[in-house]
Structures are given as C-alpha cells and as structure tokens.
C-alpha cells in the first residue's frame, strides 16, 4: 500500500500529515491486532494514500498540470483546452474578451515559474503572439515575468521568466496579449512550482 508513496514528492502538508499518521496508526501494536482490526486499518491506510495531493502536480512533459489547481479563471472549463497536446482544440476567443487569461491559484497557494511554453491554434498561430506573462497578489498590482514577448509558434515554444523574477510568488498569473487582435492560443505551459501559503 505505501509504495504509492514517494518520497522525493512534496505533498499538500494536510493529505502528508494525515498519511503519516495513519500509517503510524497502523504500524503500533501491529501484532496485538485482530484480524478484523488489521483490515480496517489497512483500509484506513490505503485511503490515506490515495488522499495524497501533490502539491505541484505536473503533466508528462515535466510542466505544472495547472488545470489541475487552479481554482478560478475567465476561461472556465476550457482551460483543460490547453494542455490536451493537440494544437486544433483551444478556448474560443470570444473568452478572452480583454485579450487575456488570468488565472487563480487559491487564497491558500501561490506559484512560482521559471518560464513558460505556448503553442498556436492550427493554422491562426498569429493569434497567440505578441502576449506576456505577469503575476499579482492581489489583481491590481502586476508584476512583468517574461522581458520577451511571445511570437507566433507552430509548435509549443519555450518564453523564459526574468532571472530576477523566478523565485517570486504570486496567487494570480495573467497572460496578456497586447496591440489588438484576437488572443486564441492552444497549448499552454508552467513550468514552475506551486507553494502553500504560510510553509516554508
């Protein structure tokens, strides 16, 4: 049961603290058990393994699954569009009616990135060019994160966060394309961290 268990992972410290005591429940007096006792404990453990939350959980590429944590953005389910690998599926235009995605990643997280990866929509690659990347607290302050601005890219293209810049924190990202046009990207990468408010 524990070898689902790794510890090279960083999990969510309430799914962690609670398999650790679990497992150190079920590990005491082991061989006074009865062995329905033994059952329900063994039960008890595999449950606690299966709650273990990753805190950054990451998609195959080694990237951030961010859909998976982010909590609300003006995109809705679509978001999942943007780390799917097919470069024909994206969240429709008409969502980013500011010719932006922000996203937010909880009251009790924050992220930090060391770049980011953006791929165009089948044939309108141009609809995701001339965007940048910033990070907020508190969606009035944003901070800049990528000196360069993304271009247009057949395929997923790798923008670097400011060296100065990548071990910063933020509740809030926002990708915001500038000089009109439409912003219709389809795929998206973090390649980053995501950190629980308060630990260290």
């Known amino acids: 049961i524990t070898a689902a268990y790794d510890p090279k992972v ?3 410290t309430g799914t962690q603290q609670k398999y650790q005591e679990v497992l150190k429940q079920a590990s005491d007096g082991m061989t006074q058990l009865t062995e329905q006792s033994f059952a329900v404990k063994l039960r008890d453990l595999q449950a606690a393994v299966t709650g273990l939350q990753p805190l950054t959980p990451l998609l195959p590429d080694g990237s951030m699954d961010f859909p998976k944590v ?3 953005s003006n995109i ?3 978001i999942g569009l943007l780390v799917d690998g097919n470069d024909d599926t994206f969240p429709v235009y008409t969502l980013a009616k500011d010719l932006n995605y922000t996203f937010d990643f909880d009251s009790n997280y924050t992220f930090s990135a060391t ?3 953006m791929e165009g929509r089948l044939n309108f690659e141009d609809r995701m060019a ?3 990347f910033y990070g907020s607290n508190d969606q009035k302050t944003w901070t ?3 000196p360069e601005s993304t271009r247009l890219a057949t395929e997923l293209t ?3 966060v400011a060296p ?3 071990n910063s924190t933020f509740r809030f990202l926002r990708i915001q394309k500038r000089g009109g046009g439409l912003f219709e990207p389809a795929e998206l990468r973090i390649y980053g961290q995501r950190h629980e408010a308060g630990v260290q």
């Open 70 to 72: 982010v909590v609300g």
């Open 164 to 166: 100065n810049q990548t």
């Open 130 to 132: 001339n965007a940048k």
């Open 144 to 146: 800049e994160l990528t």
């Open 115 to 117: 770049a980011f990866a």
């Open 10 to 12: 960083l999990y969510v």
């Open 158 to 160: 790798l923008f670097k």
């Open 76 to 78: 809705g389910e679509s």
